[in-house]
Nanobody, 117 residues
């Protein structure tokens, strides 16, 4: 079964950038889509970006124009480039197959992103 491991989070000032990685211990190249989610304290987990097997992408309005999702099938890795970060982007970020687009994998530990001056 695919294990998902997120990394790359940290503390960054507003306006800064981070690049998150999601590595799959098994093959994720066969998935039809992979998504990046985030969960802020006291809030529900939300889907912020999707990348489909053909390379097309969708983004939540809150991150459109600032975040870019990409995938390297050879490395079984999905990335999330986050630019122009805002305090409201503070959350734990996770990757997984979006519900309805394939079997959801067991959730990883996520990676904490904190945007603060």
């Amino acid at each position: 079964q695919v294990q998902l491991v997120e990394s790359g989070g940290g503390l960054v000032q507003p306006g800064g950038s981070l690049r998150l990685s999601c590595a799959g211990s098994g093959s994720i190249r066969s998935t039809s889509a992979m998504g990046w989610y985030r969960q802020a304290p006291g809030k529900q987990r939300e889907l912020v970006a999707i990348i489909f097997s053909g390379g097309s992408t969708n983004y939540a309005d809150s991150v459109k124009g600032r975040f870019t999702v990409s995938r390297d099938n050879a490395k079984n890795t999905v990335y999330l480039q986050m630019n122009s970060l805002k305090p409201e982007d503070t959350a734990v970020y996770y990757c997984n197959v979006p519900a309805g687009l394939g079997p959801v994998r067991p959730w990883g530990q996520g990676t904490q992103v904190t945007v603060s001056s």
